[in-house]
Nanobody, 123 residues
Framework: EVQLVESGGGLVQAGGSLTLACAAS????????IGWFRQAPGKEREGVAC????????YYAEPVKGRYTISADNAENTVHLQLNGLMPDDTAVYSC????????????????WGRGTQVTVAS
């Protein structure tokens, strides 16, 4: 059974940091691009970062460049998303997804999805 399970969300003050984790199982981790999305109430879902670890490629959306860092731990089949310099506008449910390429994943054409973890940034 394929599973993507997110963890690490929570409540943080503006300017603070969080590290999210996406634990993958049921598929060959290194064969897939793994991306992170977020969706705030009343807003469209947006892809914020992606990694295709076997090619050493990463992608970041403009609003998070320089603040978020995506990394993969092949030994643990886990992708981490480090969130720094958090702002109230970063408040959202953050989900991870897996697909064949980052180009497909970041536009929502993923094969597998997790359920998400809430990130709330207080001003």
């Amino acid at each position: 059974e394929v599973q993507l399970v997110e963890s690490g969300g929570g409540l943080v003050q503006a300017g603070g940091s969080l590290t999210l984790a996406c634990a993958a199982s049921g598929f060959t981790f290194d064969d897939y691009a793994i991306g992170w999305f977020r969706q705030a109430p009343g807003k469209e879902r947006e892809g914020v970062a992606c990694i295709l670890n076997r090619e050493g490629k990463t992608y970041y959306a403009e609003p998070v460049k320089g603040r978020y860092t995506i990394s993969a731990d092949n030994a643990e089949n886990t992708v981490h998303l480090q969130l720094n310099g958090l702002m109230p506008d970063d408040t959202a449910v953050y989900s991870c997804a897996a697909g064949s390429t980052c180009g497909r994943v970041v536009v929502g054409l993923a094969d597998y999805w997790g359920r998400g973890t809430q990130v709330t940034v207080a001003s």
